[in-house]
C-alpha cells in the first residue's frame, strides 16, 4: 500500500493565521505515515515566512528524501505576483507547488496551465476590486515503488470555477500521457458535484476539507486511475486553513 497526503499549506501559516517557524511547520505534520506528500501553496525563501524551504521542512519531518519544488510565482509575494520567466523555475523567493516521496523518483515534470487572459472583479472588504487571475500549474513524479512505477501530480487551480474546469482537463490528459497507474492530488478548488463529470474513468474519494476548522466543502482531492483507494480521510492540522486529505492506494490493478 501507499500511504499519499494532499495538503494545502497555505504558506504555513497557523491555524490562528500566524507564522510559524521551521519547527513549529515540522511538529505539525511529523508521526503522520506518509510515502508520497503533494503540497500546495508553498513558500520557498519569502520574507513573509521566515525564508524557509517549506517543502523540504515538510518533506524531512515526514522522513521523504525525494522532493522537488516548482514555482508557480517569482519573487516577494508582498510586493507582487510575478510568473516565473522560466515555467517552475525561480532563483531567490518563490511560491508555488511541491511532490515529496519517500521512494526513488525516476522522472519529474512541471505544467503551466491555462489562465483567464483579462483582469476580473473580486468582492473583498465589502468593495469590488479587479485581479488578474494567478497563474496556476502542477507538478508531476513518476516515483518508483515497491509495487512498480506510480505517477503523482499536485496541482493547485484557479478560483473562478469555469477557469478551473477548463484547467483540470488540461491536467488530467497530460498526466494520462504518463506511466499509469497514476493520481492527481491538491486543491482543485471544485466541488464534487462539478468536477466528477470533468473527470470521467477516475476515482473520487470523498472526505470535507474546507474549511479546517468546520468543513463544509471539499475542494481539496485525490484523483486514481489505474490504482484503487482503500480508504481516504480529512485530517485535521495545526496548519492551513485546509485540511489534509489521505489516502490509502492499495495497488490492486485496477482495468
Known amino acids: 500500500m501507499t500511504r499519499l497526503l494532499t495538503l494545502n499549506l497555505q504558506h504555513g501559516l497557523s491555524r ?11 511538529a505539525a505534520v511529523a508521526g503522520l505515515e506518509v510515502d508520497v506528500v503533494a503540497l500546495q501553496e508553498v513558500d520557498r525563501g ?3 515566512s ?10 524531512d519531518a515526514l522522513g521523504l528524501p525525494h522532493v522537488r519544488f516548482a514555482a508557480t510565482l517569482a519573487g516577494d509575494v508582498r510586493v507582487g505576483k510575478a510568473s516565473p520567466e522560466r515555467w517552475g523555475m525561480a532563483d531567490g523567493a518563490a511560491y508555488g507547488l511541491a511532490v515529496a516521496s519517500r521512494w526513488p523518483v525516476v522522472a519529474w515534470f512541471v ?42 501530480a499536485s496541482a493547485h487551480l484557479s478560483l473562478l470555477g469555469p477557469v478551473a474546469a477548463w484547467q ?30 470533468l473527470s470521467l474513468g477516475w476515482r473520487m474519494p470523498r472526505a470535507l476539507t474546507f474549511p479546517a476548522g468546520t468543513p463544509r466543502r471539499q475542494i481539496d482531492h485525490v484523483l486514481t486511475r ?10 485535521d492540522l ?8 489521505l489516502a490509502t492506494l492499495t495497488h490492486d490493478i485496477v482495468r
Open 16 to 26: 490562528a493565521g500566524a507564522r510559524t517557524s521551521a519547527d513549529e511547520l515540522a
Open 46 to 48: 519569502q520574507p513573509r
Open 226 to 235: 489505474g490504482i484503487e483507494i482503500d480508504r481516504a480521510d480529512a485530517v
Open 168 to 197: 483540470v482537463g488540461s491536467l488530467l490528459r497530460s498526466v494520462s500521457t504518463l506511466p499509469p497507474p497514476a493520481v492527481v492530488a491538491g486543491d482543485l478548488n471544485l466541488d464534487p458535484w462539478a468536477l466528477r463529470p
Open 50 to 59: 521566515g525564508g524557509i524551504d517549506q517543502a523540504r521542512v515538510v518533506a
Open 111 to 152: 505544467k503551466r496551465l491555462p489562465r483567464f487572459p483579462v483582469r476580473h472583479p473580486i468582492l473583498r472588504g465589502g468593495s469590488v476590486r479587479l485581479r488578474d487571475d494567478e497563474q496556476r500549474g502542477a507538478v508531476a513524479a513518476v516515483v518508483q515503488t515497491p509495487h512498480g512505477p506510480l505517477t503523482v
Open 238 to 245: 495545526a496548519i492551513s486553513d485546509h485540511r489534509g486529505l
